[in-house]
């Protein structure tokens, strides 16, 4: 069975973005092309579809960590913040953003709320489970085999180079 990890963490997020926006499944609010991602952001994203591209790869975020929640979202996509002479510090990345996406794929039934023990957040639901392993064995079929990690890592720094 062919599942999230055997592929590329980057050619799923794409693929699962495109699925995403063709099929209408999320769809970008009005006020998306206008802000930042967090505040450690000097400027919005560069892409038109970075939208998708955020919720697919919170969707396998949360494929992933298990039972997750806004705040450790917000932790994964945050980063440094520019302070001028002053060290560089952490910031975390918008709450209002993973939010409504996490709302989004919730009304989309790709994922559910749940309460695992003191653990509570959102966990993947069948629907998205399914959408997430199907879009994996099509980029398997594509490429022909799995990939080990070490040929991930040999096949991105060639990427690189080029």
């Known amino acids: 069975m062919v599942n999230v990890f055997d592929v590329n ?14 099929d209408k499944i999320i ?20 892409r038109k579809d970075w939208w ?3 919720a697919a790869a919170v969707l396998r975020s949360v494929y992933k960590l298990g039972p997750v929640g806004t705040e450790k979202l917000r932790t994964k996509y945050g980063g440094r ?3 001028g002479y002053q060290p560089e510090i952490f910031r975390k990345s918008g709450g209002s953003i993973i939010r409504k996406i996490l709302q989004q794929l919730e ?26 392993d199907k879009t ?14 070490s040929q991930e ?10």
């Open 107 to 132: 009304k989309a039934n790709f994922i559910k709320k749940v309460e695992k023990g003191v653990h509570k957040g959102r966990v993947i639901a069948p629907k998205g489970k399914s959408f997430l």
């Open 81 to 83: 913040q520019e302070r």
């Open 52 to 54: 998708y591209v955020r």
């Open 153 to 162: 890592v040999k096949a991105s720094q060639e990427s690189k180079t080029d």
């Open 9 to 22: 963490p980057q050619k799923l997020i794409e693929r699962a973005a495109k699925k995403l926006a063709e």
């Open 27 to 46: 769809e970008m609010p009005s006020w998306a092309n206008f802000v930042k991602t967090g505040r450690h952001k000097e400027r919005p994203p560069a």
């Open 136 to 149: 994996a064995l099509e980029i398997l079929k594509e490429n022909g085999k799995k990939q080990t990690k």
